[in-house]
């Protein structure tokens, strides 16, 4: 369970980090730093912190799977959202759509490290 856990979270992390590096590679060719929020959440977030999270479901098993199922989907689901949003706020997507997908995403992603937080302080098997 864990280890499915943790490979999902390593992939989604790679291609959050092709995808972040990509645009800041982007940025500093043509010297528009309209995506430097959202390069920088894609990197810190998709990439850095659901990497973090892959290898904290190596090291650590947490007894209630439950609620490590519910971080990781909360973690992938609102760092896709928040940082989508990000990308339709540079090219003004209709507000109501963009607003749902990125205070959702936002929102999303919020709740996970609450998750988090809990799994941290609660039992972890031996
Ligand atoms: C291919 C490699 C990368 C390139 C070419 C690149 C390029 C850039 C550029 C041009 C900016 C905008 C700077 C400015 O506003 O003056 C920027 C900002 C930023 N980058 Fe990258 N970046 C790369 C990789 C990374 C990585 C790996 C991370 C983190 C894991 C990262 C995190 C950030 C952050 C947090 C900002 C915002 C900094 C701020 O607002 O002060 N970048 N990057
Ligand atoms: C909970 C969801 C989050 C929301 C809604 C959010 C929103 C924002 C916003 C609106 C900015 C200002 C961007 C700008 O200057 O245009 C910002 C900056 C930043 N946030 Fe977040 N953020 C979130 C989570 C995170 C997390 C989890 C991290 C780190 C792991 C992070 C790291 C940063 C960094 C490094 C900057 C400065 C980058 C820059 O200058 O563009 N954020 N964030």
């Given at each position: 369970m864990h280890k499915k856990h943790s490979n999902l979270l390593l992939k989604t992390a790679a291609i959050f980090g092709m995808i972040g590096a990509g645009i800041g590679g982007h940025m500093a060719g043509s010297y528009d730093y309209a995506f430097r929020a959202a390069h920088a959440h894609i990197l810190v977030v998709g990439w850095l912190s659901l990497f973090s999270w892959a290898v904290y479901?190596?090291?650590?098993k947490p007894v209630s799977k439950k609620l490590a199922t519910a971080h990781v989907y909360t973690a992938i689901i609102g760092t896709i959202g928040l940082t989508s949003?990000?990308?339709m706020d540079i090219f003004s997507v209709p507000q109501p759509f963009y607003f749902i997908v990125y205070i959702g995403g936002g929102v999303t992603l919020l709740v996970s490290f609450i998750l988090f937080a809990l799994l941290a302080f609660m039992k972890h098997e031996d």
């Open positions: 479901y190596r090291v650590f949003g990000m990308i």
